[in-house]
T-cell receptor, first 119, second 109 residues
């Protein structure tokens, strides 16, 4: 299957600082990437849809000014958690769909996830 | 409202003991049902996509089936390395993907 790389895999930061997480599709181009958040023993909650060259679409209840998303190229999307607080500590996962797969009905491929701990 | 419900929440099996995981769904215009495996601290790993009722797919000890209301992930003669959380997700007519809460599968040697 297609490969999606996420970096960093773990990050610890102080409260009030900003953290950037990168998501790259390594062997395919992705016009759309998705950012999820996952709490322990819970399923993935979609935060936002990242569209190459345009503004991200945020799910209800997700603060767009706090979770900045940039999708500057067909292979890279970034999520920046601004002014992070302990309640932002979570497992963040990105995913991407191969733009050539199934006319948009293809499966999602996920990154390895990034564990954020805010002290 | 589109919804995905997985059961059981957790399942413990003895090595070699076959069983099935259930994924029930309500969705406006199914555009695909997906099964993923997730190991602790890792992102989900794609397993299968099913598009229409009656469709079946197999991979090693896993077999996924689909009806109009639910999907089953059958695991035959599981091994300890099959222990993981198995996630089910559906894509609706608006291309939104909705995940279930997963089944935590534990296989005892």
């Amino acid at each position: 299957g297609a490969v999606v790389s996420q970096h960093p895999s773990r990050v610890i930061c102080k409260s009030g600082t900003s953290v950037k997480i990168e998501c790259r599709s390594l062997d395919f181009q992705a016009t759309t990437m998705f950012w999820y958040r996952q709490f322990p023993k819970q399923s993935l909650m979609l935060m936002a849809t990242s569209n190459e060259g345009s503004k991200a679409t945020y799910e209800q209840g997700v603060e767009k000014d706090k979770f900045l998303i940039n999708h500057a190229s067909l292979t890279l999307s970034t999520l920046t958690v601004t002014s992070a607080h302990p309640e932002d500590s979570s497992f963040y996962i990105c995913s991407a769909r191969d733009r050539t797969s199934g006319g948009g009905t293809g499966e999602l491929f996920f990154g390895e996830g990034s564990r954020l701990t805010v002290l | 409202e589109d919804q995905v419900t997985q059961s059981p929440e957790a399942l413990r099996l003895q090595e070699g003991e076959s069983s099935s995981l259930n994924c029930s769904y309500t969705v406006s215009g199914l555009r695909g049902l997906f099964w993923y495996r997730q190991d602790p601290g890792k992102g989900p790993e794609f397993l299968f996509t099913l598009y229409s009722a009656g469709e079946e797919k197999e991979k090693e000890r896993l077999k996924a089936t689909l009806t109009k209301k639910e999907s089953f992930l059958h695991i035959t003669a599981p091994k300890p390395e099959d222990s993981a959380t198995y996630l089910c997700a559906v894509r609706n007519s608006a291309s939104k993907i909705i995940f279930g809460s997963g089944t935590r599968l534990s296989i005892r040697p």
